[in-house]
Nanobody, 123 residues
Framework: VQLVESGGGSVQPGGSLTLSCVAS????????VCWFRQPPGKEREGVSC????????MYTDSVKGRFTISRDDAKKMVVLQMNSLKPEDTAVYYC?????????????????WGHGTQVTVSS
């Protein structure tokens, strides 16, 4: 399963970006999907996850109220809508998926990963 992220870019503080994650040749319907990010010089951290069973979601505290994760069934993708972006949101954002594993804090459990998309928030 090859995951492909898109939608990264450069925005000013307070701006918005929409990240998308698709699985080449597969649908993500039966996968738990999470977004992770790795800021420059820092460790990777979980941002948000969505469950395949009941659509339950999780967010790290720093993005609650600003980011929204959802599934677009028609386009067979998982979307991370990011609003009110801050400079500290600058990072490479990765999509991860697994049919069984679901955790915001343990990225090593995910079987499939994308190559990442850069998000830069700067004035």
């Amino acid at each position: 399963v090859q995951l492909v992220e898109s939608g990264g870019g450069s925005v000013q503080p307070g701006g918005s970006l929409t990240l998308s994650c698709v699985a080449s040749g597969y649908t993500l319907d039966n996968f738990h999907v999470c977004w992770f990010r790795q800021p420059p010089g820092k460790e990777r951290e979980g941002v948000s996850c969505i469950n395949s069973s009941d659509g339950d979601t999780m967010y790290t505290d720093s993005v609650k109220g600003r980011f929204t994760i959802s599934r677009d069934d028609a386009k067979k993708m998982v979307v991370l809508q990011m609003n009110s972006l801050k400079p500290e949101d600058t990072a490479v954002y990765y999509c991860a998926a697994d049919p069984f594993f679901w955790s915001l804090n343990r990225g090593t459990g995910y079987r499939y990963w994308g190559h990442g998309t850069q998000v830069t928030v700067s004035s």
